[in-house]
């Protein structure tokens, strides 16, 4: 079986170490990972949600912290801090740090993003095929308004310095109107037998994942079931700050309305935590099969009993 799934960071890779769990020996999982949340820092391109995947799946990742490598130190940062070089707001380990400069690295030397991430799997074996959306440069803006006036600030500044706390006006994924799917990836939906949607964000992972020209297409007319599960419970993200860029987007921090804003074109499928069982109804009558079951990713079985129910809706999609 070959199983497709869009992933942006926490979320995503939580989700398809579930995932992983429950598949059968010899099932393909290709995973297309959010880009727009990259950043320039120190010289350096850094990739978080394709980096929080690769290091989740690959054994390496800051368990409790859900992004950066586990027993990291930072003495890097701290001697930047101490030339009064910032951003200090980002936080960069030295371990971390390493896997940034092989990726610039290799970047100068004129590779493009989709080999440097196989290059740096070769390491972490996370055990799926990891593909950047695109190899093109696309950076999620935010449009706030504050003491400094109308302006425009990058994602991880709105969602990291500023913790979400001002009014997102718009999201903009800058570049994402002329860049073009990675090698592979258009393929990999089009070959795939299910596509599954984890709880990633809905706007800034896999929202700006869709909006590189010819994926939300590809997905939405594929063969395969699509299945998505909801990132919200209970009227509010589990982890994170979703509601405020579904707000930006206008749309409500619910199950039910993240279902329909993805659109019965888009999804066949959609799970939503028992607590939110209301829901099934209008989700159904919106044109997607839609069941609850518990949607907290508490521990390695709770996850993959989530995966397994994604699996299983998509068979009944199927039939
Ligand atoms: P990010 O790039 O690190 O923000 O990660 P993602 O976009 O992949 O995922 C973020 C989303 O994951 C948030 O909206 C959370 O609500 C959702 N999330 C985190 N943990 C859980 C969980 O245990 N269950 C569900 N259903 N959603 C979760
Ligand atoms: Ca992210």
């Not at 989740?56 to 890097?76: C, M």
């Not at 919106?286 to 989530?306: E, F, H, K, N, Q």
Request: aromatic fraction near 6%.
């Amino acid at each position: 079986m070959r199983i497709v799934a869009l992933a942006g960071g926490i979320g995503g890779a939580r989700f398809l170490r579930g995932l992983k769990d429950v598949v059968a020996p010899g099932d393909e999982i290709t995973v297309i990972g959010n880009t727009g949340d990259d950043i320039h820092l120190f010289g350096l391109k850094v990739c978080p949600d394709l980096d929080t995947v690769m290091y989740t799946l690959g054994g390496g990742i800051h368990e409790e912290q859900g992004w950066g490598r586990s027993e990291e130190s930072y003495a890097v940062k701290d001697e930047l801090a101490a030339y009064g070089v910032g951003p200090s707001w980002f936080g960069l380990g030295d371990k971390d740090f390493a896997t940034h400069i092989v990726r610039t690295q290799m970047l100068g030397a004129g590779y493009p993003l989709s080999a440097v991430t196989e290059a740096l799997c070769d390491r972490w074996q996370p055990g799926v095929r990891l593909l950047p959306m695109s190899d093109d440069r696309v950076e999620t803006h935010v449009r706030i308004t504050d003491e400094q006036g109308t302006r425009a600030v990058h994602f991880q500044e709105y969602w990291v310095k500023l913790h979400a706390a001002v009014t997102a006006e718009a999201i903009i994924p800058v570049g994402a109107d002329t860049a073009k799917p990675a090698p592979g990836v258009l393929e990999a939906i089009a070959a795939a037998d299910v596509i599954l949607l984890p709880p990633s964000n809905p706007v800034v992972s896999i929202g700006t994942i869709l909006a590189v020209p010819g994926i939300r297409r590809a997905v939405a007319q594929a063969a395969a079931p699509v299945v998505g599960l909801s990132p919200i419970i209970g009227g509010a993200p589990v982890r994170g700050m979703a509601d405020k860029v579904l707000a930006a987007v206008g749309v409500e921090a619910t199950a039910e309305a993240v279902a329909l804003h993805y659109g019965s074109d888009l999804i066949d499928g959609w799970l939503v935590d028992e607590a939110d069982a209301d829901a099934v109804a209008a989700v159904t009558a919106g044109g997607i099969r839609c069941l609850a079951v518990p949607l907290l990713m508490s521990d390695p079985a709770a996850t993959a009993a989530m995966a397994r129910a994604a699996l299983d809706l998509a068979e009944r999609v199927r039939a």
